[in-house]
């Protein structure tokens, strides 16, 4: 009923002018023109300085943030470096430790041997010499008894009796060069 309403109206009353909604009149462009222009200038100065101030901000903590990191890197990298020397001395000085524990090992070693050989030798001198006291002890207590075997087995040989005094000196020099030789 509306639409019947506007129609009546239209048709009984002046002509009027048809506004087209897509162009719109000049003094409203020219307006419009102006207030977004105005607006422009004001985002340029007002808004647009702080924007470009935070995005410099952001790019300086950025890049702060990047040389920190390359510090820390560079750092972390020296860091190892000093523990791979520490390390590498560290197992020198193990290697240094185990080559003279050896080597004082050795040391001992060879004096313990030395010593053991010293004692052996010692006790080899001492039988030996007990060794030839007991050889001349026994030639000592046999030189009688040879000499009159000695004595007798010459006389069966030549068969008559022989003085055992008169020959105990050839006897007891054939005996000495003996136990010598």
């Not at 509306?2 to 129609?7: C, D, N, T």
């Not at 080597?103 to 060879?110: D, V």
């Amino acid at each position: 009923m509306l639409a019947l309403l506007s129609l009546i109206a239209s048709e009984g009353g002046e002509a009027k002018e048809v506004v087209n909604p897509v162009i719109p009149d000049t003094p409203e462009l020219v307006w419009g023109a102006i207030a977004f222009f105005l607006l422009l200038i004001l985002m340029y100065a007002v808004c647009l300085p702080p924007i470009r101030q935070a995005m410099r901000r952001r790019e300086d903590q950025m890049r702060n943030d990047a040389e920190s990191a390359e510090r820390a890197r560079v750092e972390a990298e020296q860091v190892r470096r000093d523990y791979d020397a520490t390390l590498a001395e560290a197992r020198a000085e193990a290697s240094r430790i185990v080559d003279a524990a050896r080597q004082a090992g050795e040391a001992r070693r060879a004096e313990i041997i030395r010593a053991a050989e010293d004692d052996v030798a010692a006790e080899r001198q001492a039988a030996l010499a007990d060794l030839d006291a007991a050889r001349t002890t026994a030639l000592d207590g046999l030189r009688p008894q040879v000499g009159s075997i000695a004595v007798a087995a010459a006389g069966k040989v030549v068969q008559r009796d022989l003085d055992v005094a008169a020959n105990q000196s050839v006897v007891d020099e054939h005996v000495r060069s003996a136990s010598r030789g």
